[in-house]
């Protein structure tokens, strides 16, 4: 990647869980971890109610917003030495098999 950051993270339609799950069995490119990866991509899920329980002391107002903006919760993605349009292609085919 060219000036930017190798970090992102995004959300999914549907059960993310369930999209978790499939991504960390399927995956060719990205491997399932929590790390920043080095050379490697990796893809994590993080449910919000997680994130919530063990990262942040959040009071009602802010963590109805912080729900508002995750969801069910977000994946992250550490972007390796992996060429882009295959690690696109590589969760392009886990969504053409969810349909």
Do not use: H, W
Request: aromatic residues 10%; contains cysteine; proline residues 3%.
């Amino acid at each position: 990647m060219a000036n930017y950051s190798g970090m992102l993270t995004f959300q999914v339609k549907g059960d993310p869980l369930a999209a978790a799950r499939r991504i960390a069995q399927r995956a060719q490119l990205f491997n399932y971890a929590v790390s920043l990866g080095k050379q490697r991509s990796l893809i994590y899920y993080i449910p919000t109610a997680d994130i919530l329980r063990s990262s942040f002391t959040l009071d009602v107002a802010a963590e109805a917003s912080y729900r508002l903006y995750a969801g069910d919760g977000i994946f992250r993605v550490s972007i390796g030495l992996d060429d882009p349009d295959d690690l696109c292609n590589d969760l392009r085919s886990e969504e053409r098999r969810v349909g």
